[in-house]
């Protein structure tokens, strides 16, 4: 394998590795803000284990929903499980960074695909080698990038710090508790009622009057038996 072709394979690793690290920052953030929505939702739905169970499937979906939006593709392509960005695209975006090199890479690899088909083609092609000989794709980093998410995680830790230092955290443990503690909600969802009503024959004579009522409730909570 050529230096230049190295040096680009390296490349997308280093630009899918900087993706996900971004990715893991916003993930980070609406994590926190999920929770939090979540607890507030566990708090108002404390009396309702149907919405209780609503919101925990909702908040459940909506994170693994968020989990591949920002950094599931990525660490799957790394892994390579799923197709990432092609050799050419990863070329036209190196010029990005490294303006000097114009289309000289994509041109590169043109030549290259097509070195095997006459011998003018790879005379082109070996030339378009020797000129990318010493290519250096280092500064083609779009760790660079990282530098404008820096506050993201920082709002991520300083959403439950504000909490705490206001004396709000308890409260949203508590809504978290009644919202993920999924086998209680479950239990309390098994809650049944039961009435009974019994008919009693009463006979009064002719002319007099009688009063009478009855009535008879409870509530029973159902066990799973094991």
């Known amino acids: 394998m050529k230096n ?15 993706q996900i690290s971004i ?22 739905f404390e009396e309702n284990p149907k919405a209780k169970t609503v919101v925990f499937f ?9 989990a591949y939006r ?15 960005i092609t050799e050419v695209e990863a070329a036209r975006l190196v010029v990005r960074w490294i303006p000097s090199l114009e ?9 290259s695909a097509r070195a095997e088909e006459s011998g003018l083609w790879k005379a082109a092609a070996d030339q378009r080698d020797r000129e990318l000989s010493g290519l250096d794709l280092k500064q083609a980093s779009s760790w660079k990038e990282l530098r404008s998410f820096w506050l993201v995680p920082m709002v991520a830790l300083l959403l439950p710090m504000s909490l705490v230092v206001s004396g709000q ?21 098994r809650n049944w009622r039961f009435y009974w009503v019994e008919e009693v024959p009463v006979r009064v004579r002719f002319g ?3 009063g009478l009522k009855f009535g008879s409730q409870w509530e029973e909570l159902i066990q799973e038996v094991e």
């Not at 916003?26 to 108002?44: H, P, R």
């Not at 289309?103 to 030549?111: G, I, Q, T």
């Open 4 to 18: 230049w072709q190295r040096e680009l394979k390296t490349f997308i690793r280093r630009f899918y590795g900087v």
């Open 23 to 44: 990715g893991l920052m916003w993930f980070l953030l609406w994590t926190v803000g999920l929770y939090i929505g979540t607890s507030m939702a566990g708090l108002v």
């Open 58 to 66: 909702s908040s459940l979906i909506l994170w693994l929903a968020l």
């Open 70 to 84: 920002y950094w599931l593709p990525g660490l799957l392509v790394l892994l390579g499980l799923r197709k990432g």
């Open 103 to 111: 289309d000289r890479l994509v041109n590169a690899l043109e030549l």
């Open 169 to 189: 955290w308890g409260k949203i443990q508590k809504g978290s508790e009644s919202i993920w503690a999924y086998s209680e909600n479950m239990a309390d969802s």
């Open 208 to 210: 007099e009057s009688i």
